[in-house]
């Protein structure tokens, strides 16, 4: 069965009952007092579907507080439509395109994107290449930097940069000042000094490349793209080539302020792919699992 058959993407009681289960496993909690399956539901005939009321403090509540569907007014079988759509578009799926699907306003596309992509930002601080194991670092460039003149080369985009550990994922950065401070800086707070770092020949690498056990490098200028025991950065270059696909042919443009909700979109969708084990649904079920605790209003959208 297709997965947009569900029952809970076209009603909305089941739609509070699918994201009930999974962000209240042991019950119902109440955010004013903390209560655990202390609540009753109201069920009376103008009450809208999802609506609990704590036995505590006796204040009414829904699963939408403290998530990043609080105060809106968007239905929620809409929000997992937007869930699953999201979240198995491997290049990303436009505001245009969920304006069309969703039958809603195209500023509500965007929004809920963007709060979509808030609930995909990682929350994982460990740091990578721990005992020794291999990060890959690249950096790519996009767009173009406000007010910048455009001239051949990278000088005018924005600088993308990008650390892959092959056994945990990735993570991107949006380097917006000095570039060399900002590659240094990321790897300083993400990557173990036991790690093997594998880079190519940029200048960025050859002096912060020594603050690790040690460092690897192909030349790309010369036509090298790897050499034996796994000397390559052609992993991360290959996260890069469906990440440009998908700003270039999907999105088409990205203001400098929202370009790290794209880059949490696309290292999300890496790191629950496939080829890890992770369908199309158990990904939707990873992000919804990633909307409680954050949000986000049209002031805070930067």
């Known amino acids: 069965m297709s997965i947009l058959k569900a029952a809970h993407l076209h009603d909305e009681a089941a739609a ?27 069920q009376g005939k103008s009450t ?37 759509l999201m979240a198995s578009s491997k290049k990303g799926f436009s505001a245009n395109q969920l304006h069309r699907a969703l039958g809603v306003q195209l500023n509500t596309a965007w ?16 740091m ?18 406000p007010g910048k003149q455009v001239k051949r080369g990278a000088g005018h985009k924005e600088m993308v940069f990008t650390l892959l550990d092959r056994k945990q994922g990735v993570r991107s950065f949006h380097i917006a000042g ?3 401070d900002g590659i240094k800086d990321a790897l300083a707070r993400n990557v173990a000094p036991e790690a093997v770092l594998m880079t190519d020949e940029s200048n960025f690498y050859k002096s912060i490349g020594k603050c690790f056990a ?26 890069f080539s469906v990440f440009k696909r998908g700003m270039k042919g999907v999105y088409q443009h990205c203001s400098s ?32 699992a990633g909307v409680v605790g954050k949000r986000l209003t049209y002031k805070t959208a930067p």
């Open 111 to 126: 929004f809920i994107m963007h709060r979509l992509r808030l609930a995909m930002a990682g929350g994982d601080f460990s």
């Open 257 to 288: 302020d929202h370009l790290h909700r794209y880059l949490a979109e696309f290292d999300f969708r890496y790191n629950n792919r496939t080829a890890v084990g992770v369908d199309d649904g158990q990904r939707a079920e990873r992000l919804l």
């Open 178 to 180: 000095d570039k060399f």
């Open 48 to 84: 809208r579907p999802g609506v609990w009321k704590c036995k505590g403090c006796r204040k009414p509540f829904t699963v939408k507080v403290g998530t990043i569907f609080e105060s809106s007014h968007i239905k929620l079988h809409i929000w997992l439509q937007a869930i699953v």
């Open 16 to 42: 509070c009952a699918f994201i009930e289960a999974r962000l209240w496993p042991e019950g119902p909690v109440c955010p004013k007092c903390g209560e655990i399956d202390n609540a009753t539901k109201l």
């Open 214 to 239: 040690d460092h690897q490098s192909v030349n790309h200028k010369a036509g090298e793209y790897s050499r034996g025991n796994g000397i390559t950065t052609n992993t991360v270059e290959g996260f």
């Open 128 to 145: 990578m290449g721990e005992d020794g194991g291999v990060v890959e670092a690249d950096e790519t460039y996009v767009g173009r930097v």
